[in-house]
């Protein structure tokens, strides 16, 4: 009897992670060009991308939150606090995504700069917690402690969706800027950044996991190829068509949901499969985790777009 074939929940896991993996590469593949659009709607269109993309991030860290508080037994009350404010992001988010108005709303700004100021005190948070056990910041700690990138995932939400906002306080027509930079070099910098820090988070707990799997390679190595291609769009001349960084964006993108599928795996594979999910969703890989990469490369290719369409004089 074949004893390596997957069976039941772990086969059922594959086949969902298979099918998704290939109609999102189908998506990708005949995606059609972009078209002209209005000048005037251009900063508007990449305004409201970015909310996507930080709607995308809140919704990754209100699920991945709430799983891991819920493990923690929410024995700090503050551990409520990033449901609530991913809650409210996300909310922003679906507002903004079919706000077509210029001009920056108050209440998503406050909601935008409250997540990332959640995010910041998250992180202090964590670093506590770590520095308090015994041996502090040794792998062990690092390894099995609160995770230090899950409320920095919280902060990028915050950030893009308030760079979205920025976008919409330009002038129709004009040339988008914040802070008196091009808005696509500003966006591009900070997204590279972010594409790193969650490299950083991901090679922490796939070492962990001893990269048993050859695929847990792709979130240490994709990641920081399009963070590096993104930077140097950034840096570079604007208004040049970046093939390369665009399909590589969109490669990651596909990785977030793709790795959601692998863990899905990894949940399946525990003792007792989806049946215990009670325990594995607990103690296995993080589901919700991966689409951070996606939440990013969304706001790449929002900034890439602006990069794209507003050259140098």
């Known amino acids: 009897m074949n004893t390596t074939r997957p069976t039941g929940d772990v086969a059922t896991a594959i086949a969902l992670l298979s099918g998704a993996t290939l109609l999102g590469g189908v998506a990708l593949a005949l995606r059609p060009p972009k078209a002209p659009t209005d000048p005037r709607e251009t900063t508007l269109r990449a305004a409201r991308r970015l909310n996507r993309a930080a709607g995308a991030l809140a919704a990754s860290v209100l699920v991945d939150s709430a799983i891991e508080h819920y493990r923690g037994s929410f024995h700090n009350k503050a551990m409520v606090t990033p449901l609530v404010t991913a809650s409210l992001s996300l909310l922003a988010s679906l507002h903004g995504t079919g706000d077509r108005r210029y001009g920056a709303h108050v209440v998503r700004d406050i909601i935008y700069a409250g997540a990332a100021l959640t995010g910041v005190i998250g992180t202090g948070f964590h670093l506590y917690n770590i520095s308090r056990k015994p041996g502090g910041f040794g792998w062990q700690n690092l390894f099995y402690s609160a995770p230090l990138g899950a409320p920095a995932a919280m902060s990028l939400s915050g950030m893009l969706g308030f760079l979205s906002e920025r976008l919409r306080d330009n002038l129709p027509g004009s040339r988008p800027t914040i802070l008196g930079i091009p808005a696509g070099r500003v966006i591009g910098v900070m997204t590279s950044l972010g594409l790193l820090g969650t490299t950083g988070e991901a090679g922490l707990l796939h070492f962990r996991g001893a990269y048993h799997n050859p695929a847990m390679y792709l979130p240490v190595t994709m990641p920081p190829i399009t963070a590096l291609l993104l930077g140097a769009s950034a840096m570079g001349s604007l208004g040049k068509r970046r093939r390369l960084t665009r ?33 594995n969703l607990l103690n296995g890989p993080p589901i919700p985790a991966p689409p951070s990469f996606t939440g990013l490369a969304m706001a790449g290719l929002a900034a890439l777009g602006l990069m794209e369409d507003y050259p140098d004089d």
Do not use: I, K, P
């Not at 969109?250 to 009670?278: C, D, E, I, P, Q």
């Open 247 to 279: 399909w590589w964006l969109r490669l990651t993108a596909l990785l977030g949901f793709s790795g959601s599928g692998f863990h899905a795996v990894g949940v399946a594979r525990g003792m007792g499969g989806w049946r215990n999910w009670s325990q």
